[in-house]
């Protein structure tokens, strides 16, 4: 049994797939998107977070042998454990019934899951196992037997897709986008599982026509009717900024532009994919 830390699971999820599901979020990400909703998520490794609004400067936390356990309002907490197959699988049972009443599932997501590939193959053969829909939330940045492996034990990925430009997707996410847009490429090829195209939508980085048009014309190339696929276009909101707070580190340190995109924008990106014979839907 291989282990990977989880940081989160959150139940109900009604933008992770299809129905209501319980997503389970696994701790490393080779990326460094810097309007990340999740930076606790980057270090494979455990982290102490502070949450100051529940400090009540009782000092506890100054005493000898404190540890985390010890703060009373839990303003300060471990981001990261270990689960075992058995008490994973307990947690996700637990709302079984929702799930199938909704034409749920399950999907991890993280971080990027598939940088554990050996632990997202067991945790989904397991779900596979137990009849539950499986998705993928997934930048693709991984090796192609990774994909070719993974597409064997899931209905769906979920694949993110940020900028066209790869030096421009260097400078925003710390990585280039070839082997995410091969291995895009490669899964449109495939005869499962089933994908959805999501874009962080983000004024100041990748919402701009230049960039709209050229993921427009890249997904046109992919598309064919044995397996049409949907655009989501995400707006992007900061949650990520009291993240960064909590954890002690910077939310975009290089102060690049970055907001919500306007109506008028997200209709625009929306008409601009949809010329190109894209299926195109605003949110999750």
């Given at each position: 049994?291989?282990?990977?830390?989880?940081?989160?699971?959150?139940?109900?999820?009604?933008?992770?797939?299809?129905?209501?599901?319980?997503?389970?979020?696994?701790?490393?990400?080779?990326?460094?998107?810097?309007?990340?909703?999740?930076?606790?998520?980057?270090?494979?490794?455990?982290q102490e977070l502070f949450k100051q609004s529940k400090c009540i400067h009782c000092g506890t936390c100054l005493e000898k042998g404190f540890t985390v356990d010890d703060c009373p309002t839990m303003a300060r907490e471990i981001c990261g454990r270990a689960y075992t197959m058995e008490a994973l699988m307990a947690e996700i049972e637990k709302e079984r019934d929702i799930m199938e009443d909704s034409g749920g599932g399950v999907t991890l997501c993280g971080g990027e899951p598939l940088m554990h590939a050996d632990y997202a193959l067991e945790i989904l053969k397991e779900l596979g196992r137990r009849n539950f829909h499986r998705t993928v939330d997934t930048s693709l940045y991984v090796s192609h037997e990774v994909v070719d492996a993974i597409a064997e034990e899931c209905e769906l990925f979920l694949v993110d897709l940020k900028l066209m430009d790869s030096e421009k997707h260097r400078l925003y996410t710390g990585v280039g986008n070839r082997l995410i847009l091969q291995n895009i490429r490669h899964l449109a090829e495939c005869e499962k599982p089933s994908f959805s195209i999501r874009i962080p939508l983000i004024e100041g980085i990748n919402a701009d026509e230049e960039n709209i048009e050229a993921t427009a014309r890249f997904l046109s190339t992919i598309t064919n009717n044995r397996k049409p696929f949907t655009v989501n276009l995400l707006p992007y909101h900061d949650v990520g900024k009291d993240k960064h707070r909590r954890m002690g580190s910077t939310f975009n340190p290089k102060g690049y532009p970055m907001a919500a995109p306007s109506e008028e924008t997200l209709q625009r990106c929306k008409k601009q994919l949809e010329a190109h014979g894209m299926k195109v839907v605003i949110g999750g």
């Open positions: 049994m291989t282990y990977s830390l989880i940081f989160d699971i959150k139940r109900y999820a009604i933008n992770d797939g299809p129905g209501i599901r319980t997503t389970i979020f696994l701790k490393g990400c080779p990326l460094r998107c810097v309007w990340c909703h999740n930076p606790e998520s980057w270090s494979s490794e455990p």
